[in-house]
């Protein structure tokens, strides 16, 4: 019998928020400033790990480099990113999914100081019962970052789900067997995704949130 469903953990970038452009074209200015190539589909694949792994990944021939080029790209984000916003739906899927009593929490590759900024950009500080960051733990796929959230939270793994738009984002919950569901109108395609074994994969929010309401209802009533 399926354990009842208590808590759905979201990534934010290109699952939540709708950033992934605005990272691309920040990643793209950093790169430019120190005469690194750097491709738009490079700049992309990477949305969802950690600052540090994101320079290692794009930049390994420069490592004396990597500090200059991420403060150049988190100047840049910070600048032009202040209209970016949740992806339409977003919101009234978050707010229902809290009103069936269900905990929410958030699982990014952001920096703290990131994510707090984008919490208090989107007014949903109090939304998530917990949420945690690349920079105060280990970057995805390492599923630490969600075993941490189901401590804080006291929810068994089989009783949350992690949602996601990277194969960085399901690979971590199948590291730790935790149900997950991707989403297609983020950085990663459906191939990607489908070879994390997701329950579904939502190709825009309104999908998504049927499905987790219906996820809800399905566990509680078996």
Not at 78 to 87: G, L, M, Q, R
Not at 171 to 184: D, F, H, K, L, T
Request: glycine share 6%; charged share 20%.
């Amino acid at each position: 019998m399926n354990k009842p469903v208590e808590l759905i953990i979201f990534d934010w970038d290109g699952t939540l928020f709708n950033s992934v452009g605005q990272i691309v074209a920040s990643l793209q200015f950093a790169a430019q400033q120190f005469q690194q190539p750097l491709t738009d589909a490079a700049a992309k694949s990477i949305i969802g790990l950690g600052l540090p792994e994101v320079a290692q990944r794009l930049f390994p021939e420069v490592p004396e480099l990597h500090q200059a080029i991420l403060q150049c790209y988190s100047e840049h984000y910070v600048e032009h990113s202040k209209t970016d916003a949740w992806f339409e739906g977003v919101a009234d899927m978050l707010d229902e999914l809290s009103g069936l009593g269900l905990k929410l929490a958030v699982a990014t590759g952001k920096s703290r100081k990131g994510l707090d900024r984008v919490l208090a950009q989107t007014k949903s500080q109090d939304l998530f019962v917990a949420t945690r960051a690349a920079s105060e733990t280990k970057s995805k796929p390492d599923p630490l970052m969600l075993q941490e959230i189901l401590s804080s939270t006291d929810v068994q793994v089989g009783q949350a789900i992690m949602v996601g738009d990277t194969s960085y984002d399901l690979e971590m919950a199948q590291n730790i067997a935790m149900p997950r569901v991707g989403v297609s109108y983020g950085v990663h395609s459906v191939e990607v995704l489908q070879r994390y074994q997701p329950l579904t994969i939502a190709d825009d929010v309104p999908s998504l949130h049927d499905f987790l309401v219906q996820q809800y209802r399905l566990r509680q009533a078996s």
